[in-house]
């Protein structure tokens, strides 16, 4: 059974930066996709981002964009989420979740997922 782990949110100031973690463990080699998403109170998860593998393979939403950066060290079995140019709006809980090869902005897709780790942003 695949377990995540998320780390690293906080409260910060908009323009401010986070880096999130997303630790597996019992046998996420096999899944090949490391997504992220984020649900905000009174709203649906919504895709953030993923990575297949690689850097060289990753996608993003377009509210993040250009301001959000995913990479994935194998050697840890663990993924990153580069946050930067932070705004209120990126407020919420953010989940990592793992996933066979598919459609990696496809929430239904994602088999596993972590905990949760809140971020907050002011104004």
């Known amino acids: 059974q695949v377990q995540l782990v998320e780390s690293g949110g906080g409260l910060v100031q908009t323009g401010d930066s986070l880096r999130l973690s997303c630790t597996a463990s019992g046998g996420t080699d096999s899944y090949l996709i490391m997504g992220w998403f984020r649900q905000a109170p009174g709203k649906e998860r919504e895709f953030v981002a993923a990575?297949?593998?690689?850097?060289?393979?990753?996608s993003y939403a377009d509210s993040v964009e250009g301001r959000f950066t995913i990479s994935r060290d194998k050697a840890k079995n663990t993924g990153y989420l580069q946050m930067n140019s932070l705004v209120p709006e990126d407020t919420a809980v953010y989940y990592c979740?793992?996933?066979?090869?598919?459609?990696?902005?496809?929430?239904?897709?994602?088999?596993?997922w972590g905990q949760g780790t809140q971020v907050t942003v002011s104004s």
């Open positions: 979740g793992a996933r066979p090869p598919g459609d990696v902005r496809s929430i239904k897709g994602y088999p596993y």
């Open positions: 990575i297949v593998r690689s850097a060289d393979t990753a």
